[in-house]
């Protein structure tokens, strides 16, 4: 995604202003309370190691006590045929391929990662999904494994109610929309990452790195080293991926809140949750009480 520098502090002291000292080692989690409503936010990773227990006496409470449950898509619902349809219509580009968008040493670089012939026509942003996934999963961790297939399983078994902010195609159209120059950056940083020479102290979040932090619920380590490089180098890949999903998915969970008497449990990316605009912050500017709760 990028190269993963150490995050800037302003973010990282946005980041602890809800993160309390006390809080339990383990998955971020908030609370969200109306004069009528409760929902919990929960920072989720899309793939972990299938041996990886995150879940906690206070997420099952929390869990527990919601009428319906949330998720950035319900993936668990899109068959083969589907995402196939949806990524020929955003992720394919047959008349420009890759050959000639990307640098020649990138090029290269690419070419030793992954076999060209059936990546060719794909559009950056595609090919950089990919590629970025593939450490994570050499190393084992599985999307079926990861917090939101887990809790989307568990849902649908149990009879929760299931809601959704976006469909598949808004995620892909969310990519697709990029400027051309942001999606060729975002596959460069990507082939970059994965052909950087290794240091005996390294400060870039590994994918293994990466788990251990977010079980240690460690949003000042997690959070700002991946989005602060994001919005500095890739602006437009940080307003697209972060930004103005967040302030969607706040206008709607602000709606909601207005609506429905109860407890509601978000989950989504944990990245969603970090910095001036993550959903903590972007809920308490809306004059709600948020509090970090694990």
Request: neutral net charge.
């Amino acid at each position: 995604m990028s190269r993963f520098r150490l995050a800037v502090a302003a973010v990282a002291a946005a980041v602890a202003s809800f993160a309390g000292a006390a809080a339990q080692a383990a998955p971020a989690m908030w609370r969200v309370t109306s004069p009528t409503a409760e929902v919990y936010l929960f920072g989720t990773l899309h793939a972990l190691q299938p041996t990886t227990h995150w879940r906690t006496p206070a997420y099952d409470e929390a869990y527990a006590k919601a009428s319906a449950v949330w998720f950035e898509a319900d993936v668990g619902a899109a068959d083969a045929a589907t995402v196939g349809l949806i990524v020929n219509r955003y992720g394919v580009d047959p008349e420009r391929g890759l050959s000639e968008k990307l640098q020649a040493a990138d090029l290269r670089a690419l070419g030793d990662e992954a076999d060209m012939a059936r990546i060719e026509h794909l559009r950056p942003w595609a090919a950089a999904l990919m590629l970025s996934m593939q450490p994570v999963l050499a190393r084992g961790a599985k999307v079926e494994a990861g917090a939101d297939m887990a809790v989307t399983r568990q849902a649908r078994a149990g009879g929760k109610q299931i809601k959704v902010f976006e469909t598949l195609e808004d995620q892909a159209r969310l990519f697709a929309g990029l400027p051309e120059p942001a999606e060729i950056q975002y596959l460069a940083d990507v082939i970059h990452q994965r052909h950087a020479p290794p240091r005996q102290i390294s400060l870039k979040p590994t994918a293994m790195s990466m788990e251990s932090a977010w079980m240690a619920g460690d949003l000042a380590r997690l959070g700002p080293s991946l989005t602060a490089e994001i919005a500095r180098e890739n602006p437009s890949l940080y307003d697209a991926l972060l930004k103005r999903r967040n302030l969607a998915w706040a206008d709607k969970l602000t709606a909601e809140m207005g609506q429905t008497r109860g407890v509601e449990l978000v989950n989504v990316g944990a990245l969603h949750m970090v910095g001036p605009d993550g959903l903590p912050a972007l809920l308490a500017a809306r004059g709600f009480k948020v509090e970090r709760v694990q």
